[in-house]
């Protein structure tokens, strides 16, 4: 199983949105999109898993593309680093 991270999503999308589009490269197995607390609205960007292979297919095929008027960013998910620290 492949974590991918999404980005650059319009603010209007919907993991059903998301797990249409992702779909027709494979099983999606879980779909997460990270949203504002107060408006319910998604902050651009999210993480979907799906097996390694139709991942793969996934990234090759939608990374870069035009989703909603916006230009997707699709690829494997790294760790952060750093992060932030609290004060």
Known sequence: MKKLFIGNLPASTC?????????EFGTVRACKLVTDVFSG???GF???EMEGHEARAAIAGLNGK???GH??????????????RRR
């Open 15 to 23: 993991e059903n949105d998301i797990q249409t589009l992702f779909s």
């Open 41 to 43: 609205q998604c902050k």
């Open 46 to 48: 999210g993480f979907i």
């Open 71 to 84: 230009s997707i960013k699709v690829n494997f998910e790294s760790p952060r680093v750093g992060g932030r």
């Open 66 to 68: 035009d989703f909603k």
